[in-house]
């Protein structure tokens, strides 16, 4: 999901056993490739634009059906010429260039990962996989029938309403903060590592009975 304007959020740790980020964790190889997890994912860009824009930060959670964390990979990716207007967490060029990956390992650490789940979960999974459609191999139609998208379907837990009192679907942070109204506030909304973890904890609230079973 795109960077946009910092915004306050809240992360119940306790009610949601969202587990501490680890950033820029490199991962080379699956541990298993028996389809038994859930992995949650999150890219973040430098704008909209695929033709001028790209990919610089992704996060990848992989988690077991019972909610037991198997690894978090959370990394920037090089190839950003330009920062868009929004830029919330003040990300730098210069850092994303020298401490990222190339795009090449960005697109092996998802397809690792990928290969493992029973289901991916992204909150607005159609922008999503377009832009992991952009890194080199990345084919976004062969995990069509395993992807789980919680802006679709958070639509129906509540009438959520725009500004001109039309009909909408959620943002992450208006779906976490309804699941969790009562959790302690905390900043960090639009890195990848935050947003993940916000996409687990909605995602074992309000959606484990669409988890595939065995």
């Not at 929004?86 to 650490?109: C, M, T, Y």
């Amino acid at each position: 999901m795109t960077t946009r304007k910092r915004s306050e959020t809240v992360v119940a740790e306790e009610e949601c056993a969202c587990t501490p980020v680890v950033k820029r964790q490199c991962v080379e190889k699956p541990e298993n490739t028996n389809n038994a997890c859930i992995l949650f994912f999150d890219v973040e860009t430098s704008g909209f634009n695929k033709f001028t824009d790209s990919i610089i930060q992704m996060s990848l959670l992989l988690v077991t059906r019972e909610n037991e964390l198997v690894r978090q990979d959370t990394f920037f990716v090089k190839g950003a010429k330009k920062m868009g207007p929004f830029n919330p967490n003040n990300f730098s060029l210069d850092v994303i260039n020298a401490e990222g990956v190339e795009p090449e390992e960005a697109a092996k650490r998802f397809e690792a990962a990928a290969a493992q789940a029973c289901l991916l979960v992204a909150h607005n999974a159609m922008f999503d996989m377009s832009w992991l459609e952009t890194l080199p191999g990345v084919d976004g139609g062969v995990y069509d029938s395993k992807v789980f998208c919680t802006y679709l379907k958070g639509k129906n837990l509540y009438e959520w309403k725009d500004k001109r009192g039309r009909r909408k679907k959620p943002t992450l942070v208006e779906l976490y903060t309804f699941l969790f109204p009562d959790a302690t506030p905390r900043l960090g909304v639009h890195s990848a590592d935050v947003d993940v973890d916000m996409l687990r904890c909605c995602f074992f609230k309000a959606f484990e009975s669409d988890i595939p079973r065995e």
